[in-house]
């Protein structure tokens, strides 16, 4: 097992801090690292992966900054980037063959772990084809497959499902989950079903700083009863969409059935249900904004 530290680190281009002095300890587990587009999560993780060097503060492996330990923290790393590049004129099969080959691993290995990964991510049967005609689902598929090539110890994911269709989704978090037994599993996302059922522990960044973290049912906990249903006439809709954050509207024979994200009873009738991640990010996300957190 590993023990990745990161302790005070932040990041900053210019007068902009990308990332704000955030500290983390991680180890064997998925961690599922929340946040809208721009949030900080990719600076965060090229930090991690040593692309980029941390402004101030330290990344810790074992104990050791992992810019001292080279190429064996880079052989413990698996890594898929949001922008993934490769080259179309290659086929999945030189595709993998090339990447083993950068990550210095033994033919032999190379060709049984290949194999393994084309079945694992669905691509057996296309692994002749060249990677120009694949979809952007596929792509992301061989993506994931090239980051799990050297069978990483450490593997950070950054919109990994990017692409996929349902089905693709359910069977990559399969995957992660199992995956998350014994090694450190980073997956960044926005989409917040991605990480709900296989997340160990939850991280919410809101403009480069780390706002919350935990388990569901800690952060589910801290919250407290945030989440009300009611159903209104559909011409106060609008009224109290302005008012309330509302993160689902169902028409009804009746009027409108709403789901109101609020610390406090909107409305005489509303009635008080459990909160979802989802719920209590967009309620987490929305108080940062307001300078409640």
Same mark, same amino acid.
């Given at each position: ?98 990447? *083993? ?74 995957l992660i989950s199992s995956l998350g037994k014994n090694r450190i599993v980073l997956l960044s996302t926005h989409i917040v079903s991605?990480?709900?059922?296989? *997340? ?6 809101? /403009? ?7 388990? /569901? ?77």
């Amino acid at each position: 097992m590993h023990r990745l530290e990161l302790i005070g680190v932040e990041k900053e281009y210019g007068e902009k801090t990308a990332v704000h002095a955030t500290s983390l300890c991680l180890e064997d587990g998925v961690y599922g690292l929340l946040g809208e587009n721009g949030a900080g999560k990719t600076t965060l993780m090229r930090m991690i992966c040593g692309i980029l060097k941390p402004t101030r503060g330290a990344i810790r492996c074992d104990r050791i900054e992992i810019g001292q330990m080279g190429k064996i923290y880079r052989g413990m790393l698996g890594y898929l980037p949001q922008e993934f590049g490769y080259y179309k004129e290659f086929t999945a099969l030189r595709f993998l063959r090339y990447m *083993a080959a950068l990550k210095a691993m033994p033919e032999e290995a190379a060709e049984k772990r290949i194999n393994d990964l084309m079945e694992l991510t669905g691509l057996e049967s296309v692994r002749k084809q060249k990677l120009k005609t694949f979809s952007g689902g596929m792509i992301r598929r061989i993506g994931i497959a090239q980051a799990l090539l050297n069978n990483p110890e450490i593997l950070i994911l950054d919109e990994p499902t990017a692409g996929l269709d349902p089905n693709e989704r359910v069977r990559f978090r399969n995957l992660i989950s199992s995956l998350g037994k014994n090694r450190i599993v980073l997956l960044s996302t926005h989409i917040v079903s991605d990480v709900d059922y296989i *997340a160990d522990e939850i991280m919410i960044m809101k /403009q480069g700083r780390m706002i919350r973290r935990g388990t /569901q049912r800690q952060l589910s906990d801290s919250v407290g009863q945030i989440v009300w249903n009611c159903t209104v006439s559909e011409k106060d809709v609008k009224d109290i969409s302005e008012r309330y954050v509302v993160s689902n509207i169902k028409n009804r024979e009746n009027g409108a059935e709403l789901r109101i994200i609020s610390r406090t009873k909107p409305m005489p009738d509303a009635y008080p249900t459990d909160a979802t991640l989802e719920d209590i990010y967009l309620y987490l996300t929305r108080k940062e904004e307001e300078g409640e957190v």
